[in-house]
């Protein structure tokens, strides 16, 4: 059965909602992992936040195309951030299992020159393994304070900085095709060690 990762988008990931999916074998880094998008909105359904995530896993565990046995999930920026409430309610649930691990790109941990008021407060109840993949120089994730709150982390965690890059995961002298290859490749290369970890 092939993993399958499940992403939340930017700041429409952030609202109580869920929306339809779209989904599909990977290709390259990604070609043995099954990719969903959730569109969150809170436009679509006035479910309360507290209960997204047991919201989130029934819609998942009934998709009538595919079986998911478990799964990662991630989103980029707030989506990032909706994902880890996601997990941590799950979590909290006892169904841990299900989600194998979160994968969070350009986590938004304060607001821009905002330092003191940092958005930890789900990562530290997270109980999966978690992958962060941020920009060196984000805006809305100075380095230290995520390597500060990782450490705290009582998960098994990484993070993979790309050199230069903003929070739109922007560098001056490369294209998006070539920093979007460096991402894709931590995110599958580390699936595929949570992966194997598991099966051991």
Aim: hydrophobic letters at 35%; a positive charge; aromatic letters at 8%.
């Amino acid at each position: 059965m092939l993993p399958t990762a499940i992403g939340g988008r930017g700041w429409a990931a952030a609202g109580p909602g869920l929306g339809p999916f779209r989904g599909g074998e990977g290709t390259g880094p990604a070609r043995r992992c099954r990719r969903f998008v959730l569109l969150f909105s809170e436009r679509q359904t006035a479910l309360p936040v507290s209960n997204m995530g047991g919201f989130t896993e029934e819609y998942l565990k009934s998709s009538g195309e595919y079986k998911l046995s478990g799964v990662f999930l991630g989103g980029r920026s707030m989506g990032s951030r909706a994902a880890a409430s996601v997990t941590r309610q799950i979590s909290q649930d006892d169904n841990e299992d299900f989600i194998h691990g979160l994968i969070c790109l350009s986590y938004p941990l304060h607001r821009p020159k905002l330092l003191s008021k940092l958005r930890d407060e789900d990562l530290f109840f997270i109980k999966c393994p978690v992958l962060f993949v941020s920009g060196s120089e984000d805006e809305m994730c100075e380095k230290k304070l995520l390597e500060g709150v990782a450490s705290k982390m009582k998960t098994l965690k990484k993070i993979h900085w790309v050199e230069r890059a903003n929070h739109g995961m922007a560098v001056k002298g490369r294209t998006a095709d070539n920093i979007m290859m460096e991402i894709s490749t931590q995110v599958f290369s580390w699936i595929k060690e949570i992966i194997e970890q598991e099966y051991k």
